[in-house]
């Protein structure tokens, strides 16, 4: 089964500082890997994807994520973080058949 | 950009009850599903449709559970009899390849 796992329920940054959420996972085959962000009462909202090609993937809002074979993993990332950028954050994995996605982890980005 | 839309955006209801969520998918997109989040937490599978029948559900997704595309354009998740576990948020999703996008979901409260 495919699965991730997300281990910081809880990431804290002061904004300006670089910003990281870790994922790990576990596949059977290529992963096909998502990060989604969630603001408070909204839905979830595609930041990026990695499927195949160049393991830096780019995203919306200044975020990238860097796909990790060999340590099984798929960090987030942005630069700078912004007080904006305070929110739930998810990584998933896709099978065939569905998304599955991590517990989350909620950043707080402190003026 | 086109979006998903759910109706309605809060639904109380009470134990034992009869309820229909409703989702309109992005209209060119081929694979629909729907997922829930109780109170911020992980996001859960519930079921995945595809030409018109399921293609896979969750051990969550009971005989209580069901769901239909009646005419093309609508999607809806009817729980036959609510139990106040059901209380959560229900999104809907839908896909033509990669990625899902979300609606920004349903509240449902069972009293």
């Known amino acids: 089964a495919q699965s991730v796992a997300q281990p910081e329920d809880q990431v804290n940054v002061a904004e300006g500082n670089p910003l990281t959420v870790k994922c790990t996972y576990s596949v059977s085959g290529n992963p096909y890997l998502f990060w989604y962000v969630q603001y408070p009462n909204r839905g979830l909202q595609f930041l990026l994807k990695?499927?195949?090609?160049?393991?830096l993937v780019k995203g919306s809002y200044g975020f990238e994520a860097e796909f990790n074979k060999s340590q099984t993993s798929f960090h987030l990332k942005k630069p700078s973080a912004l007080v904006s950028d305070s929110a739930l954050y998810f990584c998933a994995v896709r099978d065939i058949k569905k998304l599955s996605f991590g517990a989350g982890t909620t950043v707080t980005v402190r003026a | 950009e086109p979006e998903v839309t759910q109706t309605p955006s809060h639904q109380v209801t009470q134990m034992g009850q009869e309820v229909i969520l409703r989702c309109v998918p992005i209209?060119?997109?081929?694979?629909f599903y729907w997922y829930r989040q109780i109170l911020g937490q992980k996001v859960e599978f519930l079921v995945s449709f595809y030409n018109n029948e399921i293609s896979e559900k969750s051990e969550i997704f009971d005989d209580q559970f069901s769901v239909e595309r009646p005419d093309g354009s609508n999607f809806t998740l009817k729980i036959r009899s609510t139990k106040l576990e059901d209380s959560a948020m229900y999104f809907c999703?839908?896909?033509?390849?990669?990625?899902?996008?979300f609606g920004n979901g349903t509240r449902l409260t069972v009293t």
């Open positions: 990695y499927i195949t090609g160049d393991n």
């Open positions: 999703a839908s896909r033509l390849d990669s990625p899902l996008h």
């Open positions: 209209s060119n997109h081929l694979y």
